[in-house]
Nanobody, 112 residues
Framework: EVQLQASGGGLVQPGGSLRLSCAASGLTFSTYPMRWVRQSPGKRIEWVSG????????TYADSVKGRFTISRDNAKNVLYLQMNNLRPEDTGVYYC?????RGQGTQVTVSS
């Protein structure tokens, strides 16, 4: 059974930081390009960032460029998202995804 379990979310003030993790199991993690997506209240799911299989190529949505950093550890089967200078509009449920697979998300709330 494939599992993609995101964690690390929480409540943070504007300007704060969080580091999300996604533990993958049941798939050959190192062969999948990975991505983070999010769903904000009342909005459609939005692509946030992607990373190549070896981690040597990364892409970001314009809304998070310069603030978020995606990375992966293929030895540990873990995907990360370092989020700095968080804004209220970053609030939402964050999911990691591999191909058509999307795991359980983690809630991020940015509020003062």
């Amino acid at each position: 059974e494939v599992q993609l379990q995101a964690s690390g979310g929480g409540l943070v003030q504007p300007g704060g930081s969080l580091r999300l993790s996604c533990a993958a199991s049941g798939l050959t993690f190192s062969t999948y390009p990975m991505r983070w997506v999010r769903q904000s209240p009342g909005k459609r799911i939005e692509w946030v960032s992607g990373i190549s299989t070896r981690g040597d190529s990364t892409t970001y949505a314009d809304s998070v460029k310069g603030r978020f950093t995606i990375s992966r550890d293929n030895a540990k089967n873990v995907l990360y998202l370092q989020m700095n200078n968080l804004r209220p509009e970053d609030t939402g449920v964050y999911y990691c995804a591999a191909g058509a697979l999307r795991g359980q998300g983690t809630q991020v709330t940015v509020s003062s």
